[in-house]
């Protein structure tokens, strides 16, 4: 069965550099979420798609953007990256309430 | 405002331990979905179970057991006989049904060692 993807899995900047997480959902489902986990935190929402259009909005910092596409593949977009930055960035899709979680991307700020 | 504590921060058990972890929620909404995710070093998240609000029935899959008791708000996680590949951390978590995009939050998490 088709998962949620999320690319790139890696991904290392320097400070004040930007960077582009992408997320592709399964087919379908029409509901985005995006999450941040910290290192030893829980992850924490961030922002949240139905149907293309933004539905919520969490501890989300201005530096950061996201938007989903025609296609209902995501991306999110952090500029003037801080080392704090750094973490697991999840991307989740839901259809009634299904939740199926990407394997995350890794975010180093150095 | 939706909450979900684990108070366990941390467990070590000896291997074939049963061990429970621990999770109480907060909620408005009458309806909602309690879930479990098992978080193992490679840092995917790997769903466990998800249990409607309306159903309090306890669920058994192999060594893992859910316990759901809406009188106390509470969804604890038993596993039998404990495996070293169990270690692993453990987050519960909460999503209200109300509109089709609500979002899960996530308990704090507990770290479980299992000690061969």
């Known amino acids: 069965a088709a998962g949620v993807i999320q690319s790139p899995r890696h991904l290392i900047k320097e400070k004040r550099e930007t960077a582009t997480l992408k997320c592709y959902p399964i087919p379908r489902h029409d509901t985005v979420y995006w999450y941040q986990q910290g290192p030893g935190q829980d992850p924490q929402f961030l922002i949240s798609f139905y149907e293309k259009m933004q539905s919520d909005k969490g501890s989300i910092p201005d530096r950061f953007s996201a938007q989903q596409f025609s296609d209902y593949h995501s991306e999110l977009n952090m500029s003037s990256l801080e080392l704090g930055d750094s973490a697991l960035y999840f991307c989740?899709?839901?259809?009634?309430?299904?939740?199926?979680f990407g394997s995350g991307t890794r975010l180093t700020v150095v | 405002a939706q909450k979900v504590t684990q108070a366990q921060t941390e467990i070590s058990v000896v291997e074939k331990e049963d061990v429970t972890l621990d999770c109480v929620y907060e909620?408005?909404?009458?309806?909602?979905?309690l879930f479990w995710y098992k978080q193992p070093p490679s840092g995917e998240l790997v769903f466990l179970i998800r249990?409607?609000?309306?159903?309090?029935q306890n669920e058994i899959s192999g060594r893992y057991s859910w316990n759901f008791q809406k009188s106390t708000s509470s969804f604890n996680f038993t596993i039998t006989a404990s495996q070293v590949v169990d270690s692993a951390v453990y987050f519960c978590?909460?999503?209200?049904?109300?509109?089709?995009?609500?979002?899960?939050?996530f308990g704090k998490g507990t770290r479980l060692h299992i000690l061969p």
């Open positions: 989740a899709s839901s259809l009634f309430y299904g939740y199926t």
């Open positions: 249990r409607n609000s309306f159903d309090e």
């Open positions: 978590a909460l999503s209200d049904i109300g509109n089709r995009d609500d979002k899960i939050i």
């Open positions: 909620t408005r909404d009458t309806t909602y979905y």
